[in-house]
């Protein structure tokens, strides 16, 4: 029977998660800033060692293997409290779940899952981006070990990482999309070069360069079978486009709160046009914590992934991009030499529309794979 | 959590949609048949779903919210010229009041702005809205009694018009000849006429959500057929960013509209206005852009008479308003979350 309402079981755990923020919430600001990236592993491990990680995810692996419609009662708790959203790790683990053999899950799930180990992602490159199959970053076979030579870009938390997974081209003489090979790199080893940028809205943490010149990576640390990267990819930027493997429904939930009670405080200071931009930035997060909701009970189908991710990105980029536009409105502009944060919030949710995959590139794939319209 | 349509819930859908597919006007040609449209609505009082919110022994309805939301999709996404939404929120009043269901088909009349229930004082000149009148020879609204809204009858003499082609609305006086509905054995309370407006709004986001779907499938199957520059023109990329944006809002305003059907009788009234009110802002917001769209994609034919793009575009603008707009309804939004008073209710 269709019910949006919490079985027992669930309302148990809501109480609990409630109960365990009320102690636990690091007050982070919402905003994905540095200081922000800064507080996130150790709320990562916090949320780990409480059991409020990894809800959906196997207890082999760390997580607490319960169903996927846990996942959004934890964002709704977090999202509540006003506490920080949970890591975006699900489209990694999702990857490697659906690619790595027994010995790769072993070794690196576990790590990943509670916090100890942290991940960056070396798919994009400068001449390969929504085009990412021309990639030309190569691994070259020496012994036990492949040697990685390339330029990765838009490479989220590299500085912060110790691991890398990186596509590389193993093989050139085949069509380019089956020649590629994914690796768990290694992050610190001579061979390798940060070179972090400094985003739109001045954070430094999040984007970055990572330069390969002989860097080396184990034989055994290849995740699948050569040439089966493009598959992986695939399979991790799907991931990446479903809002309820990211947990932002509670990051944006957290940003309207936070929004609204600054319009409570003090109604008469703000007028129609603003107070229309933050009811709009409801509606959407609204609409959001909803259809992830939809989303996920179709998984109890044991439905996963397809091209529906794309209509969820382009949703979750324009709810993103609504709650940056009543950031601007609400907080953005009037502070001139004071406190930028709300104008950051605006300014980062710009990125929403390009990272995981252009919302041109979802529009294409919406038009072609769920319309079934024809190519061009 | 789990919001699966159960076996029966889809079992109600695919009968919904194959009447109105068998039933319903595939051409703009098709809206003028009335043998037809008599079937259509044959079909649809032998099905009961006109029944769906009547009272039961312990005085729930029948059905929840979630199966009239199924059969008001339906029929918004085949343009079902036949009338639903009136006569469920008839017998919704009906219920509340504890009158019993009235033999024949009756609507609701609204205030002359559809963004409430007409509530009918003596001596005012206001005229009042009945929607959706096909086959209705009533209309329901109130009149303030002592102890709260006294629910009320008036009749209807004209077969209605309008701009929505599909459903047909009749303006009603000034003055409203109003008679009091005698066998109503209570007044309405402010939280019945809460939960009532909830009802109606996720009724008019659900044909939104089927106007939507409808309309989108109007553009796809054109775009797909329709040859320039020796290319169907479903191939272009700019006619197909327009089509999945247009897919992408009709999903999203699903998840919301789902939502807002459970929440009539899962929530408390306040909560259910709420959830109904986030939905009707979206869907509003989204249908006048995905049936723009899909005129835009027929070009020069989504300007004509004979293409039903306008017909989906019109049955989209009288679903918005009925029970508040867009403002309105980011308004209850707002409300609802401590800023602004106004919840919009009168």
Redesign the interface.
Known sequence: ???????PE?SEFRSRLRAWLQENNPGLHSSTGDEYRAGAAAWHQSLYDAGFFGMSWSKEIGGQGLPT?YE??VDEELAAAGAPARPSLGYLVQGILAHGNDDIQRRFLPGIVNGRDRWCQGFSEPDAGSDLASLRTRADRQGDEYVITGHKVWTSYSDDAEWCLVLARTDHEVAKHRGISAFAVPMHQPGIEQRPLRMINGMTKEFGEVLFDGARVPVSNMIGEPGEGWRLAMTVVSHEREPGELGFVARYGKIVNDL?RK??DD?AAFGAEQ??D???A???V???R??V??RL??R??GITHGPEGS?DK??MT?VEQAVGHAALAIGGIDNVGGDDTWLNTYLYSRAQSVMGGTS?I???L???R??????? | MDVRPSPEQQALRDSAAQVVDRLGPQAVGQLDDQERASKLDAAVAASGWRELRVEMEDGAPLASGVETMIVAEELGRGLGDVSFLGPTLAAELRRLAGAPPSPTVETVALAVDLSSLACSVSGDRQPAVAIDVQGSSRALLLVPGPDGHVLAQTDLHSAGAGLDLTRPSAVLGPPLAVAPVEAAVRTLAPDDLTRWTALGLSLTCADLVGTMRGAVELGRTYATQRRQYEASIGSFQAVQHMLADALVLTEGARSATLHAAWAVDARAPGEALAAAAAAKAYSARAARDVCETVIQVHGGIGNTWECLAHVYLRRALLSSGILGDVGVNLARVLSHRGIGGDDGLR
């Open positions: 029977m269709m019910d949006f309402g919490d079985s669930e419609v959004v009662i609204t319009v409570r109604p107070v229309r933050l009811g709009w409801m509606v959407e609204e609409m959001l909803l259809h909701s939809r009970s179709d109890l189908n209509i382009l949703l324009w041109q979802q529009r294409n919406v038009a072609s769920i319309l079934g319209l024809p190519s061009s």
